[in-house]
């Protein structure tokens, strides 16, 4: 579904990444970790459109296209939430912008607060209700944009270890229910086990995979896995052994 082939990106002369690749086939849930400051962000935001790459190719479905904006819905590691919205209305940004039929993209935003738990709370605004809650009005609007793929980038991590718990069950639902296929940039190596069929491990800049995991556990998966707690424990291993061998 979609091929990244052989991209390159330098801010000034710093190479971030250089002949990067990546796969993703329809309807896989496949997760990148990295050391902070690797270019993860960096690599999304030239998918998206949002900055330019220097070189390489993107094709979808088999054709080349210049980036994503049409094909994905991207969902930033910043809260992007409009402060002065109530959380309805920030999700139904995409359709208004998008010149959508409001009575029926309301209609599907109601439905998505209800199955993603945010029911009644459709007119409050984003500083009356939690983050994690935030972050489900955050995935709504991902939602809205109706898009086959979605990128995530580290969707959770402003939560308490709990909330985060609670909402990696949602997240999977993208892929279980919602049908996308999705490309979710994390810390958390519990949370990629639990939900990524494949397992992208970056090296620091100028940034490349290191490791690459496929994991055919069936879902939900539980973390005694034996073979999950091995995954892990070489996921470890690998970014210690990055970050000691850093410069
Ligand atoms: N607009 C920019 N101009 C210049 N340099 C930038 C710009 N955006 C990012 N960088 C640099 O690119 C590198 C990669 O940043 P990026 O945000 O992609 O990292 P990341 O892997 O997402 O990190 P984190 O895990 O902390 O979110 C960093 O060295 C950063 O300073
Ligand atoms: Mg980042």
Known sequence: MLQV?????????????????????????????????????????????????????????QKLVFNLTHHAAYMQQKDMLLPWF?????????????????????????????????????????????GGMRQRCALVRTLMFNRDLILLDEPLSALDTITRRSLQSLLLLLQTEFK?????????IEEALLLADEIYLLSPQPMTISRHFILDQPKPRKFNDPVLLKIKADVLDKL???????P
Request: glycine residues 10%.
């Open 5 to 61: 082939s052989s991209v390159t990106k330098y801010f000034n002369d710093q190479k971030i990444f250089s002949g990067f690749n990546l796969k993703v086939d329809q309807g896989q849930f496949h997760v990148i970790i990295g050391p902070s400051g690797c270019g993860k962000t960096t690599l999304f935001d030239a998918l998206t459109g949002v900055i330019e790459l220097d070189e390489g190719t993107l094709s979808w479905k």
């Open 86 to 130: 109530s959380l309805l209305d920030n999700a139904l940004l995409p359709s208004k912008t998008g010149g959508q039929n409001m009575v029926n993209a309301k209609k599907q935003a109601l439905k998505l607060f209800n199955r993603l738990g945010l029911s009644e709370y459709e007119s409050h605004m984003p500083n009356q209700v939690s």
């Open 180 to 188: 996308k296929t999705i490309l979710m940039i994390t810390h958390d």
């Open 240 to 246: 210690e052994g990055d970050l000691i061998h850093e």
